[in-house]
């Protein structure tokens, strides 16, 4: 009978047990509960547009329906409210970016994300926000609340006895006729999700997996009355109770764990630079993001060790990628499917990175 080792429950472990779940296959979870680990700190938004080019996200159409899908499940599972659907207002940064909006308005592959509607929320918000003021709507934008969808979800595995909490010990992970022999334990097959703590894993270390810290804060702001997610180059997400969470920074330099003062200089130049409301800092948190040079996520098996495998690399959009990835991860260990190229981490084996 299959049973599977699943080392790391980030997003990226959670979705693929989910899967194995899904097509009952029996699994065992190690994670060691690393507060710095990016799905910690996530925000958990999902946003089908990237701002920077004004473009859709990466196969957004594909696999966002399917995220929103997978994650409402956990509200009936957990009997939780996990998943919250809400607009994205985007604040214009220059005319030009505005004249881009209004041209990508008449393209049909962005009619059902974006639009030029008001949101009544922004217009009452105005005395308190500093200009421009011109903005367009992102609509099937969304957030799942990760700490609670992890926690929540890791107490079912303890009940169950699927759980080790603890770190992983590459040393004791044993082959023995075709199985992986661990704590005792029997595996068909290991499917590592470590975020960036894969450059730990001697089977995986080679892959050029980026660490990149982000910072995020939760800011108290009374009189700050939102129903959606803003974003001017950073976002100011509701959480309720005039609580806020603001983020996030990148930075690919600092390999440190902790927040930072120059995390906390940015904050303040960016709120200031939008909403004069008085505020104040209730978290500091920070989180390292695994980003990979081609922006695109990273799943497969080890060329050599056949029943070893990576689901990695979801960068600054984990949330929307990890559960169609991780479907088409299981499918591919399990009916033999094909894995599509751009996530097919045989892209690397061959790769020569001068920064490694
Ligand atoms: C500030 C910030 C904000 C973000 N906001 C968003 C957002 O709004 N939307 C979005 O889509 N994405 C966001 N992201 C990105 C998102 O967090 C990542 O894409 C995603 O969480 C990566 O998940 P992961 O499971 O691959 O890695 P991780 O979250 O790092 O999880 C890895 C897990 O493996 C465990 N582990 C590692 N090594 C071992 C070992 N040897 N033994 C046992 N356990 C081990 C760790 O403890 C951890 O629990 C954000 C990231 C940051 C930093």
Known sequence: MEKILVVGYGIAGLCIARQLEKRQVDYHVIDNGFKNASSKVAAGMWNPIGFKRLTKSWKVDELLPYAQSFYSEFDEALSEKITYRHDLIRFFSSIEEENTWHEKLDDPRFKTYISSEKNAH??????????????????HAGRVDIPNLLSLSKDRLIEKGSISQGL?????????????????????????????????????????????????????????????????????LPLGNDLFKIGATFNSRDHSYEPTQSGLNWLKQKMESLVNLPYELVAHQSGIRPTTPDRKPMAGRHSEHLNLFLFNGLGA????????????????????????????????????????
């Open 122 to 139: 922004i217009e009452n918000l105005k005395p308190h926000l500093n200009p421009p003021y011109n903005y367009g709507k992102v609509h």
């Open 168 to 236: 992983f010990n590459y040393s004791d992970l044993i082959c023995q006729d075709g199985f992986w022999l661990y704590g005792g334990n029997q595996y068909t097959g290991v499917i590592f999700c470590e975020g960036h703590q894969v450059l730990k894993n001697p089977y995986f270390k080679y892959l050029p997996i980026r660490p990149n810290k982000g910072e995020v804060f939760v800011l108290r702001i009374p009189g700050l009355d939102l129903n959606c997610v803003i974003n001017r180059g950073f976002f100011i």
């Open 317 to 356: 959009k984990g949330i929307y990628l990890a559960p169609k990835l991780s479907e088409y991860l299981i499918r591919y260990i399990f009916d033999k499917e094909v894995l599509p190229s751009e996530i097919d981490i045989s892209r690397y084996e061959k790769w020569d990175s001068p920064n490694l």
